[in-house]
């Protein structure tokens, strides 16, 4: 019986019937001693990719033969948080009276700009992959939904190479009604990922202990930096218009780790000329030069972005024309303003991307059972 074991390929899949008996040598203080044994599974031989030696693979490889990759019990691993902390967002949400929702994938138009927009072919006309629910969660709050949430895939059709950068990832987006500026969203926010990791946290200490030490939860609340404030503290100079790059975000991480101690932070008031493009949010009644939406960041990266919608039509409008958009083209998501739209915001939540974290992973598609890039369609 063990020539034909050692015959066997590794990986192969066999019962084994026979006594068990306590043994002080045995990893687990048990073995057995075989007396039936029949092979359910042959492995082929050699395997494209070891599951149990020490060397490491290249990313490349790895995905190839994913399959394989995942037998490894740390990457199996990942998945386990993944869920649990998926699980933990659900029950935060849930307990804070959001309803889970479902919003189509099938667009006839973006809501995040045309550049990373998937084409589709749907029956002869033109369509697109939804890049995130943005437009539908924002219908339903002018459908009497107050507080709602998704946890879905999106699409970006995004040409860079980059280790945070998906073409397909898990956005939790969020949507609440009857607001009264950012506070109330960003108070939801903090309040749903410190319950989420205390959630994940319990889940693992018994399974996957190695895991559960990582996930101490924040302190609340974030620190809240205006973002003219941020450029000062990445030593830039003030009100160019651009965004933060990844650099400078990077920097602005550790600059506040030093300073507060805190891996998690809010970048507030991002001025109206950064967000150009977003034509849905609102411009702030007091100063429309600034808007009142704000991105999350996790040590450096951001992980969520979110604000106070523009709820009035006349207004809107506007903000679409100066995006160089024509109003007329959204026909659905005008209508639901037209007959009473409460003032409204929320934000958007890369999955991906704080699994990736939380996990301590150095590339994003590690986060993914099966990521879409830009060059893997496959498997
Ligand atoms: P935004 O475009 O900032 O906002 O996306 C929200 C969050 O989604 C994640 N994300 C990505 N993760 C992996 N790969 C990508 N290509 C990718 N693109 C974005 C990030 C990001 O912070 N509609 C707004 C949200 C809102 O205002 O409610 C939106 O989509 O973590």
Same mark, same amino acid.
């Given at each position: 019986?063990?020539?034909?074991?050692?015959?066997?390929?590794?990986?192969?899949?066999?019962?084994?019937?026979?006594?068990?008996?306590?043994?002080?040598?045995?990893?687990?203080?048990?073995?057995?001693?075989?007396?039936?044994?029949?092979?359910?599974?042959?492995?082929?031989?050699?395997?494209?990719?070891?599951?149990?030696?020490?060397?490491?693979?290249?990313?490349?490889?790895?995905?190839?033969?994913?399959?394989?990759?995942?037998?490894?019990?740390?990457?199996?691993?990942?998945?386990?948080?993944?869920?649990?902390?998926?699980?933990?967002?659900?029950?935060?949400?849930?307990?804070?009276?959001?309803?889970?929702?479902?919003?189509?994938?099938?667009?006839?138009?973006?809501?995040?700009?045309? &550049?990373?927009?998937?084409?589709?072919?749907?029956?002869?006309?033109?369509?697109?992959?939804?890049?995130?629910?943005?437009?539908?969660?924002?219908?339903?709050?002018?459908?009497?939904?107050?507080?709602?949430?998704?946890?879905?895939?999106?699409?970006?059709?995004?040409?860079?190479?980059?280790?945070?950068?998906?073409?397909?990832?898990?956005?939790?987006?969020?949507?609440?009604?009857?607001?009264?500026?950012?506070?109330?969203?960003?108070?939801?926010?903090?309040? &749903?990922?410190?319950?989420?990791?205390?959630?994940?946290?319990?889940?693992?200490?018994?399974?996957?202990?190695?895991? &559960?030490?990582?996930?101490?939860?924040?302190?609340?609340?974030?620190?809240?930096?205006?973002?003219?404030?941020?450029?000062?503290?990445?030593?830039?100079? @003030?009100?160019?218009?651009?965004?933060?790059?990844?650099?400078?975000?990077?920097?602005?991480?550790?600059?506040?780790?030093?300073?507060?101690?805190?891996?998690?932070?809010?970048?507030?008031?991002?001025?109206?000329?950064?967000?150009?493009?977003?034509?849905?949010?609102?411009?702030?009644?007091?100063?429309?030069?600034?808007?009142?939406?704000?991105?999350?960041?996790?040590?450096?990266?951001?992980?969520?972005?979110?604000?106070?919608?523009?709820?009035?039509?006349?207004?809107?409008?506007?903000?679409?024309?100066?995006?160089?958009?024509?109003?007329?083209?959204?026909?659905?998501?005008?209508?639901?303003?037209?007959?009473?739209?409460?003032?409204?915001? @929320?934000?958007?939540?890369?999955?991906?991307?704080?699994?990736?974290?939380?996990?301590?992973?150095?590339?994003?598609?590690?986060?993914?059972?099966?990521?879409?890039?830009?060059?893997?369609?496959?498997?």
């Amino acid at each position: 019986m063990f020539a034909e074991l050692e015959a066997l390929p590794r990986e192969s899949i066999v019962a084994v019937e026979g006594k068990v008996q306590r043994s002080a040598k045995a990893n687990r203080g048990v073995e057995l001693l075989p007396e039936k044994l029949e092979v359910i599974a042959r492995s082929e031989s050699p395997l494209p990719l070891g599951v149990v030696d020490k060397v490491s693979v290249e990313l490349d490889t790895r995905f190839n033969h994913r399959v394989l990759d995942l037998r490894k019990p740390s990457v199996r691993a990942v998945f386990r948080l993944r869920s649990a902390i998926l699980e933990g967002f659900r029950r935060s949400l849930a307990g804070m009276g959001f309803l889970e929702v479902e919003t189509p994938k099938i667009l006839r138009q973006g809501a995040e700009g045309g &550049a990373t927009l998937f084409p589709v072919d749907y029956f002869g006309k033109p369509a697109f992959l939804a890049q995130s629910p943005q437009l539908y969660k924002q219908m339903l709050m002018g459908a009497g939904f107050e507080r709602v949430f998704e946890i879905a895939p999106a699409f970006r059709a995004e040409p860079s190479d980059t280790v945070r950068h998906l073409t397909e990832f898990s956005s939790l987006d969020l949507e609440m009604a009857y607001i009264d500026g950012p506070e109330a969203i960003r108070e939801v926010l903090e309040r &749903a990922v410190v319950e989420a990791l205390a959630h994940a946290r319990e889940r693992l200490s018994e399974s996957a202990p190695e895991i &559960a030490e990582r996930l101490a939860p924040p302190k609340r609340p974030f620190p809240r930096i205006p973002f003219a404030e941020a450029e000062g503290l990445v030593g830039r100079p @003030g009100a160019t218009g651009r965004d933060l790059g990844t650099e400078e975000e990077k920097r602005l991480g550790e600059v506040v780790k030093g300073r507060d101690g805190a891996p998690f932070y809010f970048i507030t008031d991002y001025p109206t000329s950064v967000k150009a493009s977003t034509f849905y949010a609102e411009r702030r009644p007091d100063d429309p030069s600034l808007t009142g939406y704000f991105d999350l960041d996790f040590d450096g990266v951001e992980v969520a972005s979110g604000g106070p919608r523009e709820h009035r039509i006349a207004r809107l409008d506007e903000n679409i024309r100066s995006a160089g958009l024509d109003p007329e083209s959204f026909p659905a998501y005008r209508e639901a303003f037209r007959f009473g739209m409460p003032p409204h915001g @929320g934000f958007g939540f890369g999955i991906d991307r704080f699994v990736q974290l939380t996990a301590g992973l150095s590339n994003i598609r590690e986060a993914r059972l099966f990521p879409r890039d830009r060059y893997r369609l496959e498997p």
